[in-house]
């Protein structure tokens, strides 16, 4: 039986290399138009809506928001395209599924950019302390308005960074507001923090270039960065000044200057 196929939009641009966009927890293939934009004619552009996002709770089997599920529907869509290798770029949930794609199919890309993301918890404790913050946010997609839920999601520290003065926030949250929170609560259930498989002991086996970026004002996953790029043999860390978790909301034109600097080495 043929297996569903994501919503994407693919700009091919004659025999330029491919980049690969994975969104965030929330997010949709849109939040990635100003990176698209700067990047410019020089590559070919993939996004993708990610299982929970932009669709109905029963558009997809509940088999494909796992990792494992979502990543067969990823080697189907690269293969639709007819692309055989790819950059892959990835923030947050998509930088954590982003690493998933690398550690398990490896020969399908060039180099990632993995943005404000962790290779996945690494104790009992931290993994039972995030299932019952997971559970509790599932809650509440199933009993509150979406609009409580985004406003309590962004009042996380997390996000404190964030301008919310200016249309572009505005912007971003009308995006927000189109999302189903029953397919949001399961993209939770199985793609959340709390599930995902540890990668901290394959990062060494990583062998593509690698770049972690990260906020100066998110000093959590700042450190991450750091601590994921000393572990593989081709990676780096850039920490964006002034920028928190998003930083390519924060900081667009930095985050995109360290993009594409890293995009036009030759990998």
């Given at each position: ?255 995109c200057s360290v993009v594409k600097q890293f995009l036009s080495e030759d990998h």
């Amino acid at each position: 039986m043929l297996r569903p196929v994501l919503n994407h939009t693919f700009a091919p641009n004659g025999r330029a290399p491919t980049v690969f966009y994975l969104h965030g927890f929330l997010g949709c293939s849109d939040d990635w138009s100003e990176t698209i934009t700067c990047l410019g004619n020089g590559f070919s552009h993939l996004t993708v809506d990610l299982p929970g996002h932009w669709t109905p709770a029963d558009s997809l089997p509940p088999e494909y928001y796992s990792m494992p599920g979502c990543a067969r529907l990823i080697i189907d869509l690269l293969d639709n395209c007819g692309i055989e290798r790819c950059h892959l770029v990835g923030y947050s949930m998509g930088g954590r599924f982003a690493l998933y794609l690398l550690t398990h199919c490896s020969d399908r890309f060039l180099s990632a950019v993995i943005e404000s993301a962790s290779a996945g918890l690494k104790t009992e404790a931290e993994r039972t302390d995030r299932e019952q913050q997971d559970k509790l946010w599932i809650k509440r997609l199933h009993e509150r308005p979406l609009d409580e839920f985004l406003s309590d999601w962004y009042a996380q520290p997390l996000f404190n960074t964030i301008d919310r003065t200016g249309a572009r926030f505005e912007q971003m949250m009308r995006r927000r507001r189109q999302h189903n929170p029953e397919a949001l609560a399961l993209s939770l259930q199985y793609m959340g923090a709390s599930v995902m498989p540890s990668l901290w002991d394959s990062l060494p086996a990583l062998t593509m270039p690698l770049i972690f970026v990260a906020g100066e004002r998110d000093e959590r996953f700042s450190a991450l960065a750091h601590e994921m790029a000393s572990l593989c043999s081709c990676a780096q860390a850039a920490i964006i000044a002034s920028a928190g978790h998003n930083t390519h909301f924060d900081r667009p034109d930095e985050y995109c200057s360290v993009v594409k600097q890293f995009l036009s080495e030759d990998h």
